[in-house]
């Protein structure tokens, strides 16, 4: 397992932006297949974005053109820039390490991300 932890989320305008971080500690973080969800009160937990170790991502189709998913491996940090929020995006994002399909080993500790007027 690895630690990570988020930073970054907060209250913000519809249409606007936000940046979060998710810094992880122990082992070969370059290699890591990484990715954020979020869970929305009475929701389910979804998958929102991931990035592989090589750098290739996948999005969800809710946020497909508006977010998107970035490693700095030299800090040893992985981004979320959340671009044209919409109140349907407030939720709790965490960060997650993946080990297998739909299979996380490592979970951060969660970061509100709250769109409203």
């Known amino acids: 397992q690895v630690r990570l932890v988020e930073s970054g989320g907060g209250l913000v305008q519809p249409g606007g932006s936000l940046r979060l971080s998710c810094a992880a500690s122990?082992?070969?973080?370059?290699?890591?297949?990484l990715a954020w969800h979020r869970q929305a009160p009475g929701k389910q937990r979804e998958l929102v974005a991931s990035?592989?170790?090589?750098?290739?991502?996948t999005y969800a189709d809710s946020v497909k053109g508006r977010f998107i998913i970035s490693r700095d491996n030299a800090k040893n940090t992985v981004y979320l820039q959340m671009n044209s929020l919409k109140p349907e995006d407030t939720a709790v994002y965490y960060c997650?390490?993946?080990?297998?399909?739909?299979?996380?080993?490592?979970w951060g500790q969660g970061t509100q991300v709250t769109v409203s007027s």
């Open positions: 997650a390490r993946a080990v297998g399909p739909d299979d996380y080993d490592s």
């Open positions: 122990g082992g070969i973080f370059s290699i890591y297949h």
């Open positions: 990035i592989y170790g090589g750098g290739t991502t």
